[in-house]
């Protein structure tokens, strides 16, 4: 009888796991979103593709759980990858370890370069709990360093990216527009 309860339950409460394929469709489908995320992290571009590379892969080869929980668990991966390229808790501070990404320096584009060219563990920080989202305490985390090294960082960050010229605002549509693709993707998957 007991048996015959655990498999009604069982069957009623199916386990929504993620499947390769499902990764791979999901990184093809945040492709811009997830590069993006790779390149201000890392503020070069090859490292950049590394990043998100090694990120696809390790998605595929790793156990996600959930596919409703596949494109957190990439943006985790990816940004775990990143630190491991860059270090930022470590890197030297008046130093810049990576060739900063120039472009038009308008609008979305002074934005990007703005932070791209903050120091590793400012850009970490203001990407990873401002743009993604993730308490201090867990960027704390991944960043191997104190909650306070994160929230002075981030507040530098805040400080640099807005003294581009273009209002906070800008770094707020900046954000939701980094955002957009999930949301658009989890209306698909509806």
Same mark, same amino acid.
């Given at each position: 009888?007991?048996?015959? +309860? ?5 069957? !009623? ?7 390769? !394929? ?5 990184? #093809? ?7 993006? /995320?790779?390149?201000? %992290? ?5 490292? =950049? !593709? ?5 990120? %696809? ?6 156990? #996600?759980?959930?596919?409703?929980? =596949? ?17 930022? @808790? ?14 038009? !320096?308008?609008? +979305? ?5 703005? +932070? ?8 970490? $920080?203001?990407?990873?709990?401002? /743009? ?7 960027? =704390? #985390?991944? %960043?191997?360093?104190? @909650? ?14 807005? =003294? ?12 939701? @527009?980094?955002? $957009?693709?999930?949301? %658009?993707?989890? @209306?698909?998957?509806?």
């Amino acid at each position: 009888m007991f048996q015959m +309860i655990k498999d009604r339950v069982a069957s !009623e409460h199916e386990i929504d796991a993620a499947t390769c !394929e499902e990764i791979r469709r999901m990184f #093809t489908d945040e492709v811009t979103s997830l590069h993006l /995320l790779a390149l201000l %992290l890392t503020a070069d571009q090859m490292k =950049a !593709e590394q990043c998100f590379v090694g990120g %696809l892969e390790d998605c595929v080869q790793g156990n #996600t759980g959930f596919s409703t929980w =596949a494109r957190a668990w990439a943006v985790r991966t990816i940004i775990k990858n990143a630190v491991e390229m860059i270090s930022p @808790a470590s890197a030297q501070s008046g130093t810049q370890t990576t060739s900063p990404i120039h472009g038009s !320096e308008s609008g +979305i584009s002074a934005v990007i370069a703005s +932070i791209t060219e903050l120091e590793p563990l400012e850009r970490f $920080a203001f990407v990873i709990s401002v /743009l993604e989202g993730y308490p201090v305490s867990d960027c =704390a #985390t991944l %960043l191997h360093c104190s @909650a306070d090294d994160v929230v002075d960082a981030r507040s530098r960050a805040l400080e640099a990216v807005t =003294a581009t010229g273009d209002s906070y605002i800008t770094a707020i549509t900046f954000a939701k @527009a980094c955002s $957009a693709p999930r949301s %658009l993707s989890m @209306a698909r998957a509806r």
